[in-house]
């Protein structure tokens, strides 16, 4: 199993420019989610969902938006880069949801940096 | 979900147990304990986790406080590889995971 791919490793964007981030996961997982990472700091969650068809947003949603068309895809777009956008973004998938009885790991990629110029 | 308070940073001889506390006060019944960890620049990896039991498995010990208040995550021989930034995390069924600043743990030879 490759786990969870993401693609690309870094990325220039000047402001104002689009781009999608990918995500796949090889694991057949239900719920993959999209974190960011900005120096210093925790990860803070963008997006996430719960199966093909079905997302919801997360702590800091504006700017982004998701699709999941499949189980195993979970693309991140960005419309119009914005400078605050420059950060390390994580994509995670995990086979349940429960915080409690199930044991919910999660599974994260090995992230993609973006600089938005 | 409970708020989860704990030291920006320790050291730790190689070879020796790393003691990493996290304060947990307003944790509620159902709610669990996580740790993860993140290595460099990489994405976070789950640890242990837990409700009110001590847990061990091959890469830590947790123990819990009895009254759920306050948690230590042992990593009994510490090694170079274990230097990183160490999550600890209380969250409800369904919720969602918030990765505070961590402790960074640094391992010195």
């Known amino acids: 199993n490759a786990g969870v791919t993401q693609t690309p490793k870094f990325r220039i964007l000047k402001i104002g420019q689009s781009m999608t981030l990918q995500c796949a996961q090889d694991?057949?997982?239900?719920?993959m989610y999209w974190y960011r990472q900005d120096p210093g700091m925790g990860l803070k969650l963008i997006y996430y969902?719960?199966?093909?068809?079905?997302?919801d947003k997360g702590e800091v949603p504006n700017g982004y938006n998701v699709s999941r068309s499949t189980t195993e895809d979970f693309p991140l777009r960005l419309e119009l880069a914005a400078p605050s956008q420059t950060s390390v973004y994580f994509c995670?998938?995990?086979?349940?949801?429960?915080?409690?009885?199930?044991?919910?790991?999660?599974?994260f990629g090995p992230g993609t940096r973006l600089t938005v110029l | 979900d409970a708020k989860t308070t704990q030291p920006p940073s320790m050291d730790c001889a190689e070879g020796r147990a790393a003691n990493l506390p996290c304060n947990h006060s307003?944790?509620?019944?159902?709610?669990?304990v996580y740790w993860y960890r993140q290595i460099h620049s990489q994405g976070p990896q789950y640890i242990i986790h837990?409700?009110?039991n001590n847990e061990t498995n091959e890469m830590a010990s947790l123990i819990i406080t009895e009254d759920r208040k306050s948690s230590t995550l042992i990593l009994p021989h510490a090694t170079l590889r274990d230097t990183a930034v160490y999550y600890c995390?209380?969250?409800?069924?369904?919720?969602?995971?918030?990765f505070g600043p961590g402790t960074r743990l640094s391992v010195l030879p």
């Open positions: 694991m057949n997982h239900n719920y």
């Open positions: 995390i209380a969250l409800n069924y369904g919720q969602n995971f918030v």
């Open positions: 307003t944790i509620s019944g159902n709610e669990y």
């Open positions: 969902s719960v199966g093909a068809g079905i997302t």
């Open positions: 995670a998938s995990s086979r349940s949801f429960s915080g409690g009885l199930s044991y919910n790991e999660q599974f």
């Open positions: 837990g409700l009110k």
